[in-house]
C-alpha cells in the first residue's frame, strides 16, 4: 500500500477503503503471528462470495421475469428470452447501484472511524437487497432504506458479527412500514414504462394476495417456476432450490435451519388445512411469496441466526411456523416471513440462551457425578 | 483396557515433511539454555551466577513461590550467560557444556519401598517435577496438593508428530518405572491413552500399574485434555496433572539410574525441512545445531518448537522447547496471492471447507505456509463451524467470546477448567475470521488465575 494512505499520511481516511480493494485482489502478505502457525485457506471474502454465487440464478431468473411480467401486463405475453431479460436487467441494476453504493460507502467510511479493515458482510446482504424489494420501487426509496440498515442494524452493534436482525430484512421492513403503499396491493410488483396502459383485467397483484382465486399463473409449475409478480428474486423455487444446494453442498449454511423452517411451514399449513381456514395446500404455501428465499437465504444467515445445533431447529421451525400463522391468520400483511425471520432473529439469542444454560447444568451435572 | 472412545470430531491436516523413521544423528551442541518461560505459572529465582560451574542435574532456578520446585542443569558446563529481557525478566540460562556429561551424584531408587512423600522430595530434587502439569489452568503441578489423577498420552495426532513407538517404544522399563512412581502420589491412579487404531502395534499397551484407554479419531485426539474430559470431567475443586510420555520415560529413568537424563529423540519435520528425519537432542539445544535441516535462507523460513498448531516460534536463533519432541521447520508465507480467494480451485491449498474442493482429494500432502490467508475479522460463523473439530462437550465459541470479554462467570459456565489453548488449536486453524482464538483462551486463563489466586 503506498505510504500517503497508512496511519499520518496525507490520505490516512481512506485507509480502510484501499485496503479492502487491495485485499479483495490480492491475498494479503500477513503470516500468522500467534498460535497456530499454519492457517486454512477459508476466509470470509471466499464464504461470502459462495454466498453471493448462490443467489446468482435467483437473481437472473428475477431479472427475466421482471421482463416477462412487463409484457404480460401490456398484452404481451411472449416467452421472448432474451428481450425480457433486457428490460429486466435495466430495471434491476439501478437497483444494483443503489444498493452496493450507499452501503459500502457507509460500510468503508465506518470501518475507517473503527479503524478496523473492511467487513466482507454487506457483498451477500447488498446483494439481497435488491431481491426482496419491488421492481418499481423509488431509487431514493431504497436508498433510504440500505443507510437505515446499515446504519442502525450494523454499524451500530459493531459491524459485521455483532448485528441482531439481518440487514437485508431490515432495508426491507424499513420499505414496508414506511411506504406501505408501494409495498402491497397489486401496483409495484410490475414494472411499467410511463404511458404504458395495463390490459383489462389484469392484477398485478402477488398470489399470496389473491390466495385461492383462479387468476392465472398460480399453478404448481408457474408457482415453481416463478412465472408469477413478486419480488424481483423470490418468485422461482426452481433458482432458489439451485442456490439451496450451493450453500448445502459448501457447508456454508445450515441445513438444520432450512430444513426446520420448511417442517415448520409444513405443520402448521397442515393445521389450517385440517381445521379449514385455508385456502390452499400446505405444500403449496411452500412455493408462494417469500417464503423459500426466505428460508434458504435469510434465515441461515450465520450472524442472525441461532448459534447453537439444537437452538437452530428450534429457531428454523419457528420461522416456517410463524410465516405461514401470519399468513392465515393475519389479513393485513400477505406476506408473513419478513416479519417471522425478524422476530425470530430477536428471538434467536433467547433460544441460544436456553439452550446453552441446559446444556451446562447437564455438563455440571456429569461433571459432580464423574 | 478400558472402553474404546470413538470421537467423530477433529481434523488432520494434511501438511506434508513427516520425518522419516530414522535417526540421523546426535546433536552435540556446545551450548544448552534452560528457559523458565517453557512452564506456566513458573517465576523464577536464579540459583547460579555467570561462571558457575554445574553439573548435570544440579539446580539452575527455583520457583519463587514454591521454592523445592527446581529447573536443573540438563548437561555439566559453565553458566556462560544469563539471558533477560525487558525490565529484567529473565529469559534462559546459557550453559556451555562439557564434552563429556559430569552427573550429579545419585543412585538408583528402590520404588517399591518409597512412599508418596519421598517420591515426590526426589522427583523435586531432580528437576523433573516441572514435567506434571496441573490442570485446571495448565501451569506447574503444586507439590502440596494430590491430584484426583494423572494422564498420560501415548499418542500424538498433531500435525506431522512424533511417532511414541519410534522415540520411546525401547525405553518401556523407564515409562514403567515412571508410572509407578507416579501412581504413588494418587489415588485415582496412572490413566494412558492409546490410539485405538494401532492398539496392537504400540508397545505401550504393555503397561502395568496404569489405567488403560483408547481413542480412536483424528487430532485432537490425542491432546491430553480432550481425553480427560472423556474420561473424568475436570472439576474446579479437584485438580488433577498430567505428564507428556516423554516425561514419564525421563522420571523413570531417574529413579533407575539416580541420574538426571533428559535426551529425547526429536522429529525435525515440515514442509520446509531438508530430509526430514529424527535426532537426538536435549531440551534448550540450539535450534542453530538443526542448521543442516533448513539450509540457509534464514530470513524465509520458520524454525516452530513443537506442532505447527500450538508450538512456539523459535527461529533459527531459539532453542528447543523443555516439553517438545518435534521440531517444525515451514516456509513464510509472504507472497500476496493474486485473485487468491476468488479462485475456483487454488491446487495448492488445503482447506477444511468444503467451498474449496481439497476434500475431493484426501490422499493428497500439501506444503503449507504462514501466511494468514485472509484478514482479521469479527466472528460471523456460528458455534458448530468451530465445535467440528472439538471433541469436547463444550461450545468453543461461547467459551472464546466469554474469554474476550473477561467474564470470569461465564468462562467458568463453559467450561475453561477443562481446557488449554492447545485443544481449540484446531478451532483457531479453521476460523474463516482468522482470530488468535488460542491467545484469547490463554489470555483467559491468566485473568482466571489472576482472580482466583
Redesign the interface.
Known amino acids: 500500500m503506498n505510504k500517503i494512505f497508512e496511519k499520518g499520511g496525507k490520505l490516512a481516511f481512506l485507509h480502510s477503503t484501499v485496503d479492502a480493494f487491495e485485499t479483495f485482489l490480492r491475498v494479503p502478505d500477513t503470516v500468522t503471528r500467534k498460535g497456530a502457525h499454519l492457517r486454512d485457506a477459508i476466509d470470509l471474502k471466499r464464504i461470502m462470495i459462495i454466498a453471493v454465487i448462490s443467489a446468482v440464478p435467483a437473481a437472473l431468473f428475477g431479472m427475466w421475469n421482471v421482463g416477462y411480467q412487463h409484457g404480460l401486463a401490456i398484452g404481451d405475453g411472449r416467452l421472448q428470452i432474451l428481450a425480457n431479460f433486457w428490460y429486466g436487467f435495466l430495471k434491476v441494476l439501478p437497483l444494483y447501484v443503489v444498493s452496493y453504493g450507499v452501503g459500502l460507502a457507509i460500510e468503508f467510511a465506518s470501518s475507517q472511524i473503527r479503524n478496523e479493515e473492511v467487513n466482507e458482510g454487506y457483498l451477500m446482504s447488498g446483494f439481497l437487497i435488491p431481491l426482496i424489494v419491488p421492481v418499481d420501487v423509488p431509487l431514493w426509496m431504497l436508498a433510504l432504506a440500505v443507510a437505515f440498515a446499515v446504519i442502525f442494524g450494523k454499524e451500530v452493534f459493531g459491524g459485521t458479527g455483532m448485528n441482531i436482525w439481518n440487514p437485508a430484512l431490515l432495508a426491507r421492513v424499513f420499505l414496508f412500514f414506511s411506504y406501505p403503499t408501494r409495498m402491497s396491493g397489486s401496483e409495484g410488483w410490475i414494472s411499467l414504462k410511463a404511458g404504458e396502459q395495463l390490459v383489462d383485467g389484469f392484477t398485478g397483484a402477488t398470489p399470496l394476495a389473491l390466495e385461492g382465486s383462479a387468476q392465472y399463473g398460480t399453478g404448481f409449475w408457474d408457482l415453481f417456476i416463478g412465472l408469477v409478480p413478486g419480488s424481483v428474486g423470490e418468485t422461482s423455487v426452481i433458482a432458489i432450490l439451485l442456490g439451496a444446494f450451493i450453500l448445502l453442498w459448501t457447508g456454508i449454511a445450515s441445513w438444520k435451519v432450512m430444513l426446520s423452517s420448511v417442517l415448520g411451514a409444513l405443520f402448521v399449513g397442515l393445521l389450517g388445512d385440517l381445521a379449514g381456514i385455508s385456502a390452499v395446500p400446505c405444500w403449496e404455501q411452500l412455493l408462494m411469496g417469500g417464503f423459500a428465499f426466505g428460508t434458504v437465504f435469510m434465515a441461515t444467515d450465520p450472524v442472525t441466526s441461532a448459534q447453537t445445533e439444537p437452538g437452530k431447529w428450534i429457531y428454523g421451525f419457528l420461522i416456517g411456523a410463524l410465516c405461514i400463522v401470519v399468513r392465515l391468520f393475519n389479513p393485513g400483511y400477505a406476506e408473513g416471513m419478513m416479519l417471522a425471520i425478524l422476530l425470530m432473529n430477536t428471538a434467536a439469542p433467547l433460544i441460544d440462551h436456553c439452550v446453552v444454560s441446559a446444556h451446562v447444568s447437564r455438563r455440571n451435572h456429569k461433571i459432580l457425578a464423574a | 483396557m478400558s472402553k474404546n472412545i470413538v470421537l467423530k470430531k477433529g481434523l488432520d491436516?494434511p501438511?506434508s515433511g513427516a520425518a522419516e523413521l530414522r535417526l540421523s544423528k546426535t546433536v552435540q551442541s556446545d551450548i544448552v539454555a534452560v528457559r523458565p518461560t517453557d512452564f506456566r505459572g513458573f517465576t523464577p529465582r536464579l540459583l547460579v551466577a555467570e561462571g558457575d560451574r554445574v553439573l548435570c542435574g544440579s539446580p539452575v532456578m527455583a520457583d519463587k513461590q514454591q521454592s523445592d520446585i527446581l529447573l536443573c542443569a540438563p548437561v555439566s558446563g559453565c553458566v556462560k550467560q544469563i539471558v533477560r529481557g525487558e525490565k529484567r525478566k529473565l529469559l534462559a540460562v546459557l550453559i556451555e557444556a562439557d564434552e563429556r556429561v559430569e552427573y550429579q551424584a545419585g543412585a538408583p531408587a528402590d520404588l517399591g519401598a518409597m512412599d508418596a512423600d519421598a517420591v515426590k522430595a526426589a522427583l523435586l530434587r531432580s528437576g523433573l517435577w516441572p514435567f506434571l502439569i496441573q490442570r485446571p489452568y495448565g501451569i506447574v503441578a503444586d507439590p502440596a496438593i494430590k491430584p484426583r489423577a494423572i494422564f498420560v498420552s501415548a499418542f500424538n495426532t498433531a500435525?506431522l508428530a512424533a511417532s511414541p513407538e519410534f522415540t520411546l517404544g525401547d525405553r518401556l522399563a523407564d515409562i514403567q518405572a515412571g508410572v509407578d512412581a507416579l501412581a504413588k502420589l494418587t489415588e485415582g491412579g496412572v490413566h494412558l491413552s492409546l490410539n485405538g487404531d494401532n492398539y496392537a502395534g504400540t508397545p505401550f499397551h504393555k503397561l502395568e500399574n496404569a489405567v488403560l484407554h483408547c481413542f480412536k479419531g483424528r487430532h485432537p485426539a490425542g491432546n491430553v485434555g480432550v481425553q480427560i474430559s472423556h474420561i473424568?470431567?475436570?472439576?474446579k475443586d479437584s485438580a488433577v496433572w498430567t505428564v507428556p510420555l516423554l516425561g514419564l520415560a525421563a522420571i523413570g529413568r531417574y529413579f533407575r539410574t539416580g541420574r538426571l537424563d533428559l535426551r529425547r529423540k526429536v522429529a525435525v519435520c515440515g514442509p520446509a525441512a531438508i530430509e526430514p528425519a529424527y535426532v537426538e537432542a536435549l531440551p534448550g539445544t540450539p535450534m542453530r545445531a538443526l542448521g543442516a535441516f533448513f539450509g540457509g535462507m534464514t530470513d524465509e523460513i520458520?524454525v516452530?518448537s513443537g506442532n505447527?498448531?500450538?508450538?512456539s516460534?523459535e527461529g533459527t536463533e531459539g532453542y528447543l522447547g523443555f516439553f517438545d519432541d518435534q521440531v517444525?521447520v515451514?516456509r513464510?508465507?509472504?507472497?500476496?496471492?493474486?485473485?487468491?480467494?476468488?479462485r475456483p480451485l487454488?491446487y495448492k491449498?488445503?482447506?477444511?471447507?468444503?467451498?474449496?474442493f481439497?476434500w475431493l482429494t484426501p490422499w493428497r500432502k500439501y506444503e503449507?505456509?504462514?501466511?494468514?490467508?485472509?484478514?482479521?475479522?469479527?466472528?460471523?460463523?456460528?458455534?458448530?463451524?468451530y465445535?467440528r473439530v472439538l471433541p469436547m462437550?463444550?461450545?468453543p465459541?461461547?467459551l472464546v467470546k466469554a474469554c474476550l470479554a473477561g467474564d470470569i462467570e461465564k468462562m467458568e459456565?463453559?467450561?475453561i477448567y477443562e481446557v488449554l489453548?492447545e485443544d481449540l488449536?484446531?478451532c483457531?486453524?479453521?476460523?474463516?475470521?482468522?482470530n488468535?482464538?488460542?491467545?484469547i483462551i490463554q489470555k483467559g486463563i491468566d485473568l482466571m488465575l489472576k482472580e482466583m489466586a
Open positions: 491436516i501438511v500435525p473424568c470431567p475436570i472439576r520458520r516452530v505447527l498448531l500450538s508450538g516460534n517444525t515451514l513464510e508465507g509472504r507472497e500476496k496471492e493474486l485473485f487468491g480467494w476468488m487454488r491449498l488445503f482447506s477444511a471447507d468444503r467451498s474449496y481439497s503449507l505456509d504462514t501466511n494468514l490467508h485472509g484478514g482479521p475479522r469479527a466472528f460471523v460463523m456460528s458455534d458448530a463451524y465445535g462437550d463444550i461450545y465459541l461461547y459456565r463453559f467450561g489453548p488449536a484446531l483457531e486453524y479453521v476460523d474463516p475470521s482468522k488468535d482464538i488460542q491467545d
